[in-house]
């Protein structure tokens, strides 16, 4: 069974940092892009960041350039993201997600997502 | 940075009926379309990629269309556990897109 388990949410001031992680079970981890997608409270849905299988390259969406890092421990089967200087509107429900597709199957895996409040 | 855009925002519909959502690009994204379903408390589900591809266990009820900056899916009748929010998203540069989703609510 599938599975991709997110922890490390919780409140903290503006300003502050938080370490997302994501512990993947039940398919091929190393061998796929991962990702984080947010969701503010009632809002929908933005892709975060994305990482290749071997960690070399990685994407962000311009919001959080500079402030998030996205990295991946394939040995440990864990997705991180660390996230500094925190911003009020980085309030969201963050998941952890592999999707993606080939001739042959089609991988939709999310996680139950962690809330992360920025509020002082 | 391609925006998406969704119509309309809120669809009501009759259990057994239709529904077509229809979803935007800014500029040409191809066939590189994906369309999710969300019910609330829930993570997102892929329905289709490609446009028109259904994902593994999609029923097919469910049918996407389209390709460079228009698409639609279409439920064709409409079950219980269809209502809920339905978002497209472009995959064919970075940053990834998403709409803002069409809320597909009971009539």
């Known amino acids: 069974e599938v599975q991709l388990v997110e922890s490390g949410g919780g409140l903290v001031q503006p300003g502050g940092s938080l370490r997302l992680s994501c512990a993947a079970s039940?398919?091929?981890?190393?061998?796929?892009?991962m990702n984080w997608v947010r969701q503010a409270p009632g809002k929908g849905l933005e892709w975060v960041a994305n990482i290749k299988e071997d960690g070399s390259d990685k994407y962000y969406v311009d919001s959080v350039k500079g402030r998030f890092t996205i990295s991946r421990d394939n040995a440990k089967n864990s997705l991180l993201l660390q996230m500094n200087s925190l911003r009020a509107e980085d309030t969201a429900v963050y998941y952890c997600a592999s999707v993606g597709w080939s001739a042959s199957t089609v991988r939709d895996y999310w996680g139950q997502g962690t809330l992360v409040t920025v509020s002082s | 940075e391609i925006v998406m855009t969704q119509s309309p925002a809120t669809l009501s519909v009759s259990p057994g009926e239709r529904a077509t959502l229809s979803c935007r690009a800014s500029q040409s994204v191809g066939s590189n379309l994906a369309w999710y379903q969300q019910k609330p408390g829930q993570a997102p589900r892929l329905l289709i990629y490609?446009?028109?591809t259904r994902a593994t266990g999609i029923p097919g009820r469910f049918s996407g269309s389209g390709s460079g900056t228009e698409f639609s899916l279409t439920i064709s009748s409409l079950q219980s556990e269809d209502f809920a929010v339905y978002y497209c998203?472009?995959?064919?540069?970075?940053?990834?897109?998403f709409g803002p989703g069409t809320k597909v609510d009971i009539k």
């Open positions: 490609g446009a028109s």
């Open positions: 039940g398919f091929s981890f190393s061998n796929y892009w």
């Open positions: 998203q472009q995959y064919k540069s970075w940053p990834y897109t």
